[in-house]
C-alpha cells in the first residue's frame, strides 16, 4: 500500500486521503470488502483530476484505481474498445490516433481516467453535437459489495447503467468500460478563431458557428466590465480532411514548487486577460493547429494548481439554461468583475440538447461557465452565496465535479434524479461531497 496522501485537483478543501492501490481486477472485491469492515465506507479514486471534494472520500480512504491501466480488447474496423478503467485518455489516444480513431468527447485535460470520465459523465468542446461521455459508453463492468460483479449497459441494468454515468462513483467500483470511438482523417484541427467586444457578439457568433463546427468554446475575460462585460475569444474547430494520423507528445513545463501564497492576483489577471483579448484576432482567423495545443492547452504545464499557493483554488462551473443564457450569465460575469477576483482560466461554451443517459449528469442545453479562483474565505461567504442566488433563480445548476461549496438544497433541488442515485448507492462507497449536499 502507498502511504503518500492524495488530494483533488483544487487542494480544497484539504482532506488528505489514503490510498489502497488497486493494481489487478481480481483482487477488487477483496480491498473493497476490506476496505468496508475496517473503515465503513470508501470510495473509488482516479486521476484525481476533479477540482472539490467529489473525488475525496468520507472515510478519507480511497481505493485507487490508476493502476488498473489495461487494454482488454479492441475492434478497430468499428472503433470500439474495451479497457481497464484506470487507462487514461492519453493512453487510450496513443493507440487510437494511429489507427484513425479519436475519443467522442474529451474534456479539457488528456490525463483522466476512463472510471472517472464516467463517473463525472464529462462534456467537452463538442458537447452541442455528441452530448456528454457517457452517451458513448456501450457497456461497462461494475464490482458492488453487496451484489458483486454486474455488466450494465444503456440496454441491460439500465437503472444501474443510467445512475453510474455521472453517478460521481458511488453506484460500484468502474472495473472496464467498453466504448465507441470516432474515426477521423487527421489528427489535426482546422481552428476558426475570432475575438467578440461583449456577450451579444458571443451569442451571435456561437448562433452562427456552432452548428457549423464539430467543436466550439470561447475564453471569457472576466476582469472586463460595463460595456466590455463578456469579451472575449471564441474558437471553433473541425478535425482536418487530410494529414498526419500523429500522437502528439509537446514538451511540457512543470510548475517546479507551491510558493507560499497564490501568485494570480487582480492586477495580473487584468493585465494578462487586456494583452490575451487585444492580441487575438478581430476579424475570423483559420490555422491548423495540432489537436492538443486545440483541446489540451493546459497540459503543456504540469502541476499548474501550484500557482495557487498552498490554500489551493476553487473552480465555479454553473449552466444556465436555454431562455435564461443571456441574463444569467451577464450577471453572474458582472457580480465576477465587481468582486474582482477570477483567474484568466475561464471558459463558456453552450451545450446541446442531446440528454445523456446519466441520472444527475450536469450538463443541459444553454450555457456553461467556468472559471478558477484562488481560495479566500471571501469567496465562500461572500462571492460564491451571490453567485449561487443568480444561477437559482435562473434554474440553472453547478457542477459536481468542480464543487467544494454548494448546499444540499441547492444540489437536491438542481439535481432531482439524486435520490434515485442514492437509492442505488453502493452502501460500501461515500464521498465528501456527497455527504455534504445530502445529509
Ligand atoms: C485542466 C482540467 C480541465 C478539465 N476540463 C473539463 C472539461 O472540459 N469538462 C469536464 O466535464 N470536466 C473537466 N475537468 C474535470 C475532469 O475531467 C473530471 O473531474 C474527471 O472526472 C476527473 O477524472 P479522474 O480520473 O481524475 O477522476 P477523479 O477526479 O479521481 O474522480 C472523479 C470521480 O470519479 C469517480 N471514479 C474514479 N474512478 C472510478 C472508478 N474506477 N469507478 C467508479 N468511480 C470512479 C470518483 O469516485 C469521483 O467521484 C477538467 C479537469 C482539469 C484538471
Known sequence: MSTARLLSWGKHPRFPQLPTSCNWRDELSRKLAQARQAQGTTLPYGAG?????????????????RPL??????????????????????????????????????PGTKYITLGGAIANDVHGKNHHRRGT????????????SDSGHQVCSPGSEAGLFNATVGGLGLTGLIEWAEIQL????????????????????????????????????????????????????????????DGPLAVENPRKLTVP??????????LMLRTFNELHWRKAPRTRSRARVGYAPFFYP??????????????GFQQYQAVIPEGEERTGIHALLAAIA???????????????PARSPG????????????????????????????????????????????????SGEDFRSSYPGWSEVEALRDPALLSRFWERVTR
Not at 450555457?367 to 462571492?383: G, H, S
Open 182 to 241: 470516432v474515426p477521423i482523417r487527421s489528427s489535426q484541427i482546422d481552428r476558426v478563431t475570432q475575438r467578440f467586444g461583449d456577450l451579444d457578439e458571443f451569442f451571435a457568433l456561437s448562433a452562427e458557428l456552432d452548428h457549423k463546427h464539430e467543436f466550439c468554446v470561447a475564453w471569457i475575460d472576466c476582469a472586463a466590465t460595463g460595456n466590455a462585460i463578456g469579451r472575449g475569444i471564441h474558437m471553433a474547430g473541425d478535425f482536418a480532411e
Open 338 to 352: 465587481d468582486s474582482r477576483a477570477g483567474s484568466f482560466l475561464a471558459v463558456l461554451k453552450r451545450c446541446g
Open 69 to 106: 491501466d489495461r487494454f482488454i480488447s479492441a475492434d478497430w474496423s468499428a472503433g470500439v474498445l474495451v479497457a481497464e478503467a484506470g487507462v487514461t485518455l492519453e493512453d487510450i489516444l496513443s493507440v487510437a490516433i494511429p489507427r484513425g480513431w479519436f475519443l467522442p468527447v474529451t
Open 49 to 65: 483530476l476533479s477540482y472539490g471534494d467529489s473525488c475525496l472520500a468520507a472515510s478519507d480512504h480511497v481505493l485507487h484505481m
Open 298 to 311: 493546459l497540459d503543456a504545464i504540469l502541476k499548474w494548481n501550484r500557482i495557487y499557493g498552498p490554500k
Open 359 to 406: 441520472l444527475i449528469s450536469f450538463p443541459c442545453s444553454g450555457t456553461t461557465l467556468a472559471l478558477d479562483f484562488p481560495q479566500t474565505d471571501r469567496l465562500d461567504t461572500a462571492l460564491f452565496p451571490r453567485l449561487d442566488a443568480i444561477v437559482r433563480a435562473a434554474g440553472g445548476r453547478i457542477y459536481p465535479a468542480k464543487d467544494a461549496h454548494m
Open 257 to 266: 514548487l507551491t510558493p507560499p501564497v497564490s501568485l494570480v492576483n487582480g
Open 133 to 144: 461521455f457517457g452517451r458513448h459508453v456501450r457497456q461497462l463492468g461494475l464490482l458492488r
